[in-house]
């Protein structure tokens, strides 16, 4: 059903890796676009929205967690994440669902809006917040989806 959606190779025997990179926003006219669909303008298209809009992805993404007992740990630079979330998922009692949250900062691209309206990627790509999300799958297994945490929000999962 996806075959058209999927595109490129991974060579692993214990894992698969999707990637949910949206192409149409990586450019700056498609991020113009995406913009545009989502609030209908770009009025309001400025490094401090696209800012307040990160912010506000990790509130709320935060928030959710609280609300629905799911932990939630800010990990530091060098921590390994894997054995991290391998501990938690020893201990969870959940058994199928989001039963951790782990944060953390990576590179990535994102973008800076210029006085004149102009869309560029900041060079170097900057430090931002990444969120992967641990989840418990009756089909799947153990699944990871590590989002983004600035738009477009780009996503992967293994």
């Known amino acids: 059903m996806y075959a058209s959606l999927v595109d490129g190779t991974y060579d692993c025997v214990d894992r698969i890796v999707l ?6 926003a990586q450019s700056p006219a498609g991020f113009r676009v995406w913009w545009r669909q989502l609030y209908g303008t770009d009025d309001d298209l400025d ?3 696209l800012m307040r809009m990160a912010g506000r992805f990790r509130l709320r993404l935060r928030a959710w967690a609280l ?4 932990s939630v ?10 054995e991290i979330a391998e501990q938690y998922r020893e201990q969870t009692s959940i058994q199928e669902g989001l039963f951790l949250i782990l944060e953390g900062r990576a590179q990535a691209p994102v973008w800076d809006v210029l006085n004149s309206g102009r869309i560029q990627h900041k060079v170097p790509y900057p430090d931002v917040n990444h969120c992967s999300l641990h989840i418990r799958d009756r089909d799947w297994g153990y699944v990871t989806i590590k989002i983004t945490g600035h738009p477009p929000f780009a996503a992967q999962s293994s």
């Open 19 to 24: 990637n949910a990179y949206f192409r149409f």
């Open 67 to 70: 609300a629905n007992n799911i």
């Open 47 to 49: 490094n401090a929205h």
């Open 73 to 82: 740990r800010r990990c530091k630079h060098g921590e390994q994440k894997h």
